[in-house]
């Protein structure tokens, strides 16, 4: 059995990263941004010892797409122990914003729920392109990596 561990606030994690599968579903939609957070997230999880293998990277148009995403991943064959939810929404002048983002967040809420299995959201909601940039690996961090360190934590509590 190989454990790997890191340390996430004030939490010590240690977890058998070699029986785990993650899944990533990510939105294309201001996809300048989300593949910064899906490089993140793959960055974390195999520097947690996770092989490519062992993580699932599935594409959606939107955010608001993300929640089906990860419940196609949960019903997937591939035994998905956790999905990372990655996007991002940049405020516009319509409310559209709102709904998208409600709609994103409660979605995922729900599925992990659902599933009984962390879904983790990582979409960055910002008023400018850049403050996205910004926790895209700017000066707030990469809320990819930190989406991934949440799923690697909560797995670590369920098992």
């Not at 947690?48 to 939107?62: A, D």
Request: overall charge negative; glycine content about 10%; proline content about 3%.
């Amino acid at each position: 059995m190989s454990t790997a561990g890191f340390s996430f606030g004030s939490s010590n994690i240690s977890l058998d990263s070699t029986s785990l599968n993650i899944g990533i579903v990510v939105s294309t939609w201001n996809n300048h941004i989300t593949d910064i957070l899906l490089d993140g997230a793959v960055q974390e999880l195999t520097e947690f010892g996770l092989s490519i293998n062992q993580i699932h990277i599935s594409k959606v148009p939107g955010a608001f797409e993300l929640p089906l995403g990860a419940q196609w991943h949960f019903n997937s064959t591939n035994n998905i122990d956790a999905v990372i939810c990655l996007g991002c929404v940049i405020k516009g002048d319509t409310p559209h914003f709102d709904f998208v983002c409600t709609g994103a967040m409660n979605g995922i809420m729900d599925v992990g729920l659902k599933f009984n299995k962390p879904c983790i959201f990582g979409v960055v909601t910002t008023n400018t392109e850049q403050q996205a940039f910004d926790r895209a690996g700017g000066s707030h961090g990469n809320k990819g990596n930190e989406a991934a360190q949440t799923a690697l934590q909560l797995l670590s509590i369920s098992k």
